[in-house]
């Protein structure tokens, strides 16, 4: 076309930092392919919806690049080709009849991964960073979903896009926040002298680590060999006892991931059938959205991910006290992050993930699980609006695929109108759907049955 010529297309790139790079190490093996579904009882304007999208991607250059990777320098960059904003490449909205229900489609999804290329040639391969769709399920429902490489699009990136996707699409058209070029990663943002460590602390750290962090204690692997897939189990609280729940962490001075880490690691023990004296050592993955620590400060509205996590073990024996339980891993996450270790400890754990990511046989049974268990160290909240009724939208769910290098149980935590709702995410078919239903419905049983700590 003439214009092109007439105009010559921009092209801005950067190559990924550190973090970056381990999600593209990672989400070819099938860890974290992060997507948003929306269930509706009425069709959506698909119109309008891509509309929605379109601002999205013009608002956020990073969701509208594609992931270039180059095996020659094993090199993988973000690339966008600006033309002018009618000319824009963008995306597509793919569209789907299903026989099956909104579970098997947020499934299903979560596994389709276009990132898994093979890398025996040596040609420059590129990949879009997002992708939408539209599925007319049975009985008149239709899912829209949007799956993103965890690599431009953390969790509290994730919240965000789908307030403002539906402040655009059904809300009143407001204006939408506006990033320019494609940020900054994490490691550009670390303030300056939090990510230095001793050298000989460095040393020390990567050995406990790299010997220690596949020793722990693991639920029964169901089946031989690798992991597949990802599947997960929902675990929904009423508002009750969601209320209580939240209370009893307020009056314990500690935050809601402590507990749901607590009950799990009471609910692996337990499904052990484990003599109540013995103990066992687990293994949490804190994720910690580290926005407000860097330098300068992000918020939300910074696409891309800059979460850090935090890796700790406890012991743990029969017949814990669930609360006792909950304040000791809060106050060693707490202490950790006092010492930084979100900030020095960030390049030593995506090292240990490369190595597992290597060498699967590192890890127990070759099942590529790094921990038991993951949380994220703050809770979504979100609330319904009327014009989420006027839209239809009567369901939404948000998690990413773990059966790569991860933990066996992804804990994905909303409170959705002051109710706990969370996405438990595990891999297939290394832990089976009912094992892992039999392990969400005990962990449910623990939090509502506990009594608010005086
Ligand atoms: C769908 O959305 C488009 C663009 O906002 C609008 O022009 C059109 O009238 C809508 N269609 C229906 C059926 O509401």
């Known amino acids: 076309m003439s214009a092109q010529t007439e105009s010559p297309a921009d092209v801005i790139s950067r190559a990924v930092g550190g973090t970056e790079y381990s999600w593209c190490r990672a989400v070819p093996g099938g860890t974290g392919v992060t997507v948003l579904s929306l269930l509706f009882t009425k069709e959506p304007n698909v119109t309008r919806l891509q509309e929605a999208i379109h601002a999205l991607q013009n608002a956020h250059p990073i969701l509208r690049s594609k992931l270039r990777w180059d095996p020659q320098s094993n090199i993988f960059s973000f690339v966008v080709i600006t033309l002018n904003d009618k000319e824009n490449p963008c995306l597509e909205i793919q569209s789907y009849d299903q026989t099956h229900n909104f579970y098997l489609t947020v499934e299903q999804e979560m596994n389709t991964n276009i990132w898994q290329y093979n890398n025996n040639g040596n040609e420059v391969i590129e990949h879009d ?49 506006k990033e320019e070029g494609l940020g900054l990663s994490i490691e550009e943002c670390i303030p300056a002298g939090k990510a230095s460590k001793p050298f000989w602390a460095r040393g020390a750290d990567m050995l406990g680590y790299s010997v220690n962090s596949f020793r ?19 675990m929904r609280i009423g508002a009750d006892d969601t209320a209580r729940i939240l209370e009893g962490c307020k009056s314990k001075g500690i935050k809601l991931f402590g507990l749901l880490a607590a009950a799990g690691f009471i609910a692996a023990h337990a499904s052990k059938n484990l003599p109540s004296e013995k103990w066992e050592k687990y293994s949490l993955a804190t994720l910690i959205d580290c926005r407000s620590l860097l330098d300068p400060v992000l ?7 800059y979460h850090s996590a ?43 993930m490369g190595k597992a990511i290597d060498n699967p046989g590192l890890t127990p ?27 239809g939208l009567v369901d939404c769910i948000g998690c990413a695929s773990v059966h790569g290098v991860s933990p066996s149980l ?19 078919p290394t832990h089976s759907r009912e094992q892992m239903q039999d392990f969400v419905d005990h962990m449910k049983k623990i939090l509502t049955e506990t009594s608010v700590p005086q």
């Open 216 to 234: 722990f204690s693991n639920l029964e692997f169901k089946a031989n060999g690798s992991p597949k897939g990802t599947e997960f189990v929902r």
């Open 299 to 305: 918020s939300d509205h910074h696409v891309g991910f």
């Open 310 to 352: 935090i890796l700790n073990s406890h012991d743990v024996k029969g017949g814990e006290d669930l609360w006792d339980l909950a304040h000791r891993i809060y106050t060693s996450v707490a202490n950790a992050k006092n010492n930084n270790k979100h900030f020095t400890d960030m390049a030593d754990l995506n090292f240990l």
């Open 365 to 391: 049974s070759s099942s590529l699980r790094t921990s038991l268990i993951s949380v994220f160290e703050e809770t979504i909240t979100q609330n319904t609006d009327q014009f989420h009724k006027d839209i």
């Open 129 to 177: 960073v997002m992708f939408a769709s539209v599925h007319k399920l049975p009985e008149g429902k239709y899912a829209v979903v949007l799956r993103l490489h965890t690599a431009v699009c953390d969790r509290a990136a994730a919240a965000f896009l789908l307030r403002e996707l539906l402040g655009l699409f059904g809300g009143d058209g407001k204006e939408i926040v």
């Open 410 to 428: 992804a804990i994905f935590d909303t409170v959705r109108d002051g109710e706990l709702d969370c996405a438990c995410v595990y891999p297939s």
